[in-house]
């Protein structure tokens, strides 16, 4: 969600629009010189009367033409704001078990076509995230090399339960002699590192899974690796399905949003268990020729569909109309 809104509000102002981004300071230095950034205590519940106080008096000097709450809590704080912002938009980044911060919304944008049908909402749309993989950091680091002569799977994220990735673990230990010619690399850094170390540790897989920790620039990884799989519990449209397929790397997944929207049904796993993903893995591997012409369609309609210049161009047509929905109103 930081990355989206990082990513938006930087190709917005490109765009020449006046942006505010209000957030944590801790974020500040995520958004360039361009982008006016207003530090709140967002650390705060959404119910306190402080954050809803600092949030009210900044958007009174700041007078929006457009409030855009990304995500519940940002909705359900945004939703209190009266008539302080000409309009206001909400995105759902994941299924949750209530939608109801967003009702008081003008609009609301959704990720994918499943959190799209889940939502009850008059006005509601359907914008995937996007990604540039043209645009590479100006002091890029050299990104990760993977080994060589042999298959590399690769899998992206929070080192979060969340992720899944101890089930991904053990469903690689479970794939027996296909590992000898396979090498796992999971990237990121989070609370369940020390988890996950012991678990490859204890299952005796140091040779074949390696945790190199978070790493900015993975152009490099995506392109050299013939595999991504995602292991999530649940997802609301994940970055990393977008940028493997954008780099023609094919992917696997568990039946989470996002994947099971877009892949085909070859690539999703039965269900979440370690013996599913096991399963989805070992077919993937038998035949990765096979899956990656499968795909092809989908990376066809990432490169239509899942850039930064369409998810951008598409939430500015949205505020457009919404301003002059209401102007005409």
């Known amino acids: 969600m930081e990355q989206h809104t990082a990513d938006l509000a930087g190709a917005l102002a490109d765009r020449g629009h006046r ?13 360039p010189a361009n982008i006016g950034f207003h530090p709140l205590p967002v650390h705060l519940g959404r119910r306190n009367l402080w954050l809803q106080l600092a949030l009210r008096r ?40 209530s939608h109801k911060a967003f009702t008081h919304l003008d609009r609301v944008i959704t990720v994918s076509p499943q959190i799209f049908r889940a939502l009850q909402h008059p006005h509601k749309h359907l914008i995937y995230n996007g990604v540039d993989v043209t645009r590479r950091p100006q002091n890029p680091e050299a990104g990760p090399a993977l080994q060589t002569g042999i298959t590399n799977v690769i899998a992206v994220g929070r080192l979060e ?16 002699a296909l590992t000898g010619s396979c090498h796992l690399t999971i990237f990121g850094e989070g609370r369940e590192r020390q988890p996950l170390e012991d678990l490859i540790r204890q299952s005796g897989q140091e040779q074949q899974v390696t945790l190199p920790g978070f790493c900015k620039n993975l152009a490099p990884a995506y392109e050299q690796a013939q595999l991504t799989v995602i292991s999530s519990e649940r997802e609301g449209f994940p970055y990393v399905l977008v940028e493997s397929l954008l780099y ?18 070859t690539a999703i796993s039965k269900g979440h268990s ?25 990376m066809a309609f990432a490169r239509e569909k899942l850039t930064l210049e369409a998810m951008v161009a598409q939430t500015e047509t949205l505020y457009l109309e919404a301003m002059a929905s209401k102007s005409g109103s």
């Open 19 to 31: 942006i505010h981004v209000l957030g944590h300071r801790a974020y500040r230095e995520k958004f």
């Open 161 to 176: 339960s969340v992720k899944g990735f101890d089930v991904l673990i053990r469903a690689w230990s479970r794939l027996g």
């Open 274 to 298: 370690d013996q599913d993903l096991a399963d989805l893995l070992s077919r993937a591997l038998a035949d990765l020729n096979a899956l990656h012409e499968a795909e092809k369609p989908a």
């Open 58 to 97: 900044c958007l009174r000097r700041l007078s929006p033409d457009i409030l855009h709450a990304q995500g519940n809590k940002a909705a359900q704080l945004a939703g209190k704001t009266g008539k302080l912002a000409g309009m206001r938009v909400g995105t759902v980044h994941g299924i949750k078990s």
């Open 248 to 265: 023609g790397c094919p992917v696997v997944s568990t039946p989470v949003s996002g994947p099971r929207d877009i892949l085909p049904a």
